[in-house]
Nanobody, 124 residues
Framework: QVQLVESGGGLVQPEGSLRLSCAAS????????MGWFRQAPGKEREFVAA????????YYADSVKGRFTVSRDNAKNTIYLQMNSLKPEDTAVYYC?????????????????WGLGTPVTVSS
């Protein structure tokens, strides 16, 4: 079973940057697509970004396109989310996810593995 542990969250000022990391463990990590979701206080969880196993395919929510970049290092079993030009509305708990199917992450369709989340607060 794949286990996911996020890190890198914290408090940042508007227009600042943060880099989230998610370390995966488990022998079945190979060939999994990975991605990120977030849930803001009082709001529903939403898709943020997805990355295929090879890293060649990525997909972003319109709200973060051009500001966030998802990448992965399979040698380290780690996925990253570089977040630039952060806005107060980016404040949320960010969750790392993994699933054998890239499309399942984009569609939030029975995503197999979820991390526990790391909080991000954008405030002056």
């Amino acid at each position: 079973q794949v286990q996911l542990v996020e890190s890198g969250g914290g408090l940042v000022q508007p227009e600042g940057s943060l880099r989230l990391s998610c370390a995966a463990s488990g022998r079945t990590f190979d060939y999994y697509a990975m991605g990120w979701f977030r849930q803001a206080p009082g709001k529903e969880r939403e898709f943020v970004a997805a990355c295929s196993w090879t890293g060649q395919s990525t997909y972003y929510a319109d709200s973060v396109k051009g500001r966030f970049t998802v990448s992965r290092d399979n040698a380290k079993n780690t996925i990253y989310l570089q977040m630039n030009s952060l806005k107060p509305e980016d404040t949320a708990v960010y969750y790392c996810v993994a699933d054998p199917a890239f499309r399942n992450i984009i569609a939030e369709d029975n995503v197999e593995v979820w991390g526990l989340g790391t909080p991000v607060t954008v405030s002056s």
